[in-house]
Each structure stands twice: as structure tokens, then as C-alpha cells.
């Protein structure tokens, strides 16, 4: 069986203890790896190489470290199908997703970055005559970038790549349930050029490794992707050291659809943004709001396509949906089902585990559901389930939905569908979330900032955004 290993200062590592941990493919229950069970020790190697190389990555000029995070970029994308594959096999996503989204992204994310290294400037500040102040941008020094196993790579690659373009060096940890692509992406690191320890990966659990890196005092900056209940923990155990903190945490996102939508794209739309990588994405529309006199029209159709949904074998290409991370996942997922049953909820489709055949017998797949006569004040309605559920309510009037729409602890992404150009702008201005799509869901763009307001997290990723976070501004005034 394969072992998979720690990267640390160049080189594939077993873990100090020994010890391993078993690695599930969720769409068959069978274990298919083996994952470093580590600890704060190899936490420690990973700091030590990190500290060592990153007087030399640091001073590097921005084009020499362009040049190897370029390369990166281009070996992710010729070995694209077999990193697609090995993200559907660890995470249980259909592999035509894991291709199309996750390691498009991981490559255009270390793309993007390598090039804003060759353009990142600071600022200069005259004041009048008298003085002239300009802005030196540092970067902080060894990074701790914690990733969640929603989108393996693709989140994986989102932090440590701002933080590589910078100059930090970093100490990664991707998630314990799928840890396979920052084991293969740690191969390319090494084809490509990248200097030993510049980029440490420490693989195990997260109150192991993940606590040893946020508590580490060699660690100034910790960029987390993960649930909120995990975000507070860091934040409780990184504030009193005042290291830097990037949380991106939960959500329970509106999607609000207007009677004067263009229905056919809000409906297939609102499709893709319930149940897309089986509802496991921070950024899906969990909540669906709409105007009562589209409601009854919006539902049967939304409800017939979620039944067109193939849910299935994650390698087969007709599959839509995959399995859920784990059985334990997948058993929050079935728990919240029947929470909304108990809460009064109408199950329109949808509601229960699936049996797929043959070599998936034992996975963990859950049917897509729509629930419908739910409140707005129900924990279905206020708890991230982050699964293929979604709950439909009618709204009658603008300020009663942009009410609905903000009433929940989180505030990550909404989306509006309308053709009424005032009213999108006026609804996307009250919303309280950090990213509001009008007429569309997930067009990304990566220069803009990312990231949630209240129990949604602290910060923003994205373009300039991410690069400040890992540096350190130093103000020089110069009395002329
Ligand atoms: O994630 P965790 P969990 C939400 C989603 C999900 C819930 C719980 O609702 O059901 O969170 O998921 C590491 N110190 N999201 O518990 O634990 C862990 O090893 C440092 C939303 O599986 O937050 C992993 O690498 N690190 C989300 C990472 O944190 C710790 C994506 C995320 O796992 C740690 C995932 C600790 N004490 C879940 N404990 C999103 N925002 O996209 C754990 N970790």
C-alpha cells in the first residue's frame, strides 16, 4: 500500500513517531493509503528547513522565483489528468470536476501569482516638500498555510502560492481525509526548481500538526481554509501571540431569485451553486430564495433537473454527484436531513443515502435534496450542512429578502438573479456578505479580494490582498 510522505527541506520524509494513519477512498469505504500521522517534532524540521532557506528565497529576485513558480504552474497542467485522478480517488468528487475545477485552478492559481511576484509594487507618500515616506513590503518570514478537503489542491495552492510569491517560505498542511495531490504537487515542486524548504508539507491531523504550526512561535502568519468551529480554536490559541491570521470559515449562502430573472440560467445556474461538488463547497447557495409569484414555477423546475442528477461512480463521466468526504461526513449530512424533517421541513426530492453498484457499494453518497416550508430562524436554515441540500423559501418583497438573506451568524457569498440593473446593485450593496454574484455563481476572477464578513471569517485572499497578508509593511520617512 502506498505510504504517503512529509516534503521537509526537500525531502520525502516518514513521520518521527513511526505512526500512519489510514487513507479512505470515500466513493468505495476501502483504505487505498497510508498518511504520516505526525507531530509537533516534524513540525519542527519543516520550521527549521523553512528558517534555513528563506534568506535565500526571500532576496531572490521576484523574476528568478516568476520563473520556478512558472514552471510549477506548467507541470500541473501536463500532469493534469493523473492529479484529476488522484483528487477524485482521495476525495470522492467526479473526476471531469476534480479536472475542470480543482486542478485547473491549482495551476492558474500558482500561474497568477508567479506572475503578480513580477508586479507587485509598494507606495511612496510626498508630503509637500518637507518629506518624502515610502513603503518597503517584507515578507514575514516562515508561513503557516492549513488547508481544508473540499478542494484539495486548489485551496492548497490558493495560500501557499501568494505566500511563495512573496519571499515566505512556508509549512503547509493539507487536510488529514484527503492528502494525496500536496503529496504528488511536492514532486513537482522538486522538478521545477523550487529551493529546499522553501515549501515544507507536514501531513496528519489537525489538533496535531495543524495546532502545532498555529502555535509555533516561529510562525508569525497562519492562513487557514476550514469550518468556523475550527477558525475560532486558531484564533483563540493565535491571538494572544498576535501572529497574522487569514480565516476563511463556513457559510450559508442566499441565492435570491427575482421574479424578473432570466429563468432557465437562474434555475440551471442555482443548480450548479446546491450541488456542485456535492454541495462541499464554502461558496454554495444553501439557502434559495424566491419571489412568491415565480416560486411555485422556480420549484418544479429546479426539483426536475436536481432529479436528472446522476449521482454516482465519481471515475464514470455521466456522474454529477460523487461521494462525500468520509462516512462521518457523510452522516452529518444525513443527520441535518432529518433535522428538517423534524423541523417541519418537506423533503420535494431527495432525503437518502444511495447504494451505488458494483465497485461503490460501500461508499458515501447521499441523494440531492430539496427541502421546501421551512423558517428562516430553523437550525436547517442557519447551520452549514455542506452537503447536496438545499432549502427553497418565498419571499413577497425586497426589503423582507435582503431581511432573510442577512439573518444568519454567517456572510460569506450571495448571489441575486434579476434583470432589474437598479435593483441589483441596491440589493448587493445591503447584503452583508464579502461576495456578492449578480446573474452568475463562482465566476472568479483572481485578483479580486475573497473571503467572508462575521462568523465567515477574518480577511480577505485574493490578488493584492493575499500578497499584503504575508508581508509586513515598514513605513521610511526621509525629512528632506
Ligand atoms: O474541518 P476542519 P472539518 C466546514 C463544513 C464542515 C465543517 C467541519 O461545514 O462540515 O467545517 O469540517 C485542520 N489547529 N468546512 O472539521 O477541522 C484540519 O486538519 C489547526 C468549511 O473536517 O476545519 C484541516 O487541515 N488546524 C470549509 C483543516 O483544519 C486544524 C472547508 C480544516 O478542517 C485544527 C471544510 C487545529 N486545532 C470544512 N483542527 C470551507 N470554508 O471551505 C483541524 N485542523
Known sequence: MEKIANYINGQWLAPTSGKYLDNINPATGEVYSLIPDSDASDVQLAVDAARAAFPGWSTLLAEKRHAVLARLADLID?????????????????VKLAKNMDIYRAAANIRFYATASMHVASEAHATGAEAINYTLRTPVGVAGCISPWNLPLYLFTWKIAPAL?????????????????????????????????????????????GQAIVDHPDIPAISFTGGTVTGKKIMSSAGPMLKK??????GKNPNIVFADADFDNAVATSISSS??????????????FVERALFDRFVKAFVEKTKELVVGDPLDEKTRIGALVSEGHMNKVLSYIELARKEGGTLLTGGKRVTVPGRCANGFFIEPTVVVGLPQECRTNQEEIFGPVVTIMPFDTEDEVIGLANATTYGLSATVWTTHLTRAHRVAARLKSGIIWINCWLYRDLRTPFGGMKQ??????????????????KNVCVRL
Open 245 to 250: 491570521l487569514s480565516l476563511e470559515l463556513g
Open 165 to 209: 510569491a512573496v519571499g515566505c517560505t512556508v509549512v503547509a498542511k493539507p487536510s488529514e481525509l484527503t492528502p494525496m495531490t500536496a503529496y504528488l504537487f511536492t514532486r513537482l515542486c522538486r522538478e521545477a526548481g523550487l529551493p529546499d524548504g522553501v515549501l515544507n508539507v507536514v501531513q496528519g491531523l489537525g489538533p496535531k500538526v
Open 78 to 94: 501536463r500532469d493534469a489528468d493523473a492529479l484529476a485522478m488522484a483528487e477524485c480517488i482521495d476525495q470522492g468528487k467526479p
Open 275 to 288: 450541488f456542485t461538488n456535492q454541495g462541499e463547497i464554502c461558496l454554495c447557495g444553501s439557502r434559495i
Open 456 to 473: 465567515s471569517g477574518v480577511g480577505r485572499e485574493g490578488g493584492w490582498e493575499a500578497m499584503r497578508f504575508f508581508t509586513e509593511a
